[in-house]
């Protein structure tokens, strides 16, 4: 009988959505239009996903919207500033339309040519990433997108990252993460991913987190570091 070839396993490079794939520049501009301080978009993302984790980490799970428009209106009125349904409508309108940076298609190009495949891992909404996706016309050099409403649990819990790669029925060492957050990075490699960041806002890797396997400043470099090591852990 002629002999098989086993089928090697899936290899995956996940991206984490916002900020690492698309940036907040429209949150920034849109709040500087509502005359809030400079700054507030940093601080409105940083509580929001402060209160998704203290939510996920009690055992509650919620929407990024939900989460989203939550936390703007404590922070709206904390400002001094009025937190009806249209403002919070057009602020929140800003996650629909972000931009992709400009080293991301060349990046995701890297892949296309290879044997991995590139997910894109959000806290976000599916039906959203999608948007941004089509919008930024990277569909065609997208695998798939997984949402933490897929499995109602938050990044960075590991078990997120566990499930996330089961899908694909793909080895936790077979899998990689490339994020600008080192929480993301330090919960992926806590669930046996390998971990790429890249510096996007902060200068500096957090001490406290895992460490990553590399520290880059662009996410095609990122790919260039994360192919030879998926595509050299050979069955």
């Known amino acids: ?32 239009e509502f005359n809030l301080p400079a700054g507030t978009d940093r601080l409105f993302f940083a509580q929001l996903l402060r209160d998704a984790f203290a939510l996920s980490a009690s055992g509650v799970f919620r929407t990024f919207p939900e989460i989203a428009k939550g936390t703007l209106t404590v922070l709206l009125r904390s400002l001094g500033h009025k937190a009806d349904e249209g403002t919070l409508k057009e602020i929140l309108g800003t996650f629909s339309e972000l931009p992709a940076h400009g080293d991301v298609k060349p990046a995701l190009e890297k892949i296309r040519h290879s044997d991995c495949r590139a997910v894109l891992l959000t806290n976000g909404s599916r039906a959203n990433t999608e948007k941004l996706v089509r919008d930024n016309g990277i569909e065609q050099l997208v695998d798939d997108i997984v949402s933490v409403e897929d499995f109602k649990i938050w990044k960075p819990q590991t078990q997120l990252y566990r499930q996330a790669a089961q899908k ?29 960041w890249i510096q996007r806002q902060e200068s500096a890797y957090h001490p406290l ?25 050979h069955d």
Not at 2 to 18: M, N, S
Not at 21 to 30: C, G, I, N, R
């Open 1 to 32: 009988m002629p002999r098989q070839t086993p089928k090697a396993e899936p290899r995956i490079i996940f991206f984490d959505v916002v900020e690492t794939v698309f940036a907040l520049a429209p949150l920034e501009k849109k709040l500087a």
């Open 168 to 196: 694909y029925s793909c080895a936790p060492g077979n899998a990689l993460l490339i994020a600008a957050h080192a929480w993301d990075i330090h919960g992926a490699i806590r669930a046996g991913f390998h971990g790429i």
């Open 209 to 233: 987190m895992g460490n990553p396997d590399e520290q880059v400043n662009n996410l095609a470099d990122a790919v260039d570091q994360a192919l030879p090591r998926l595509q050299g852990t």
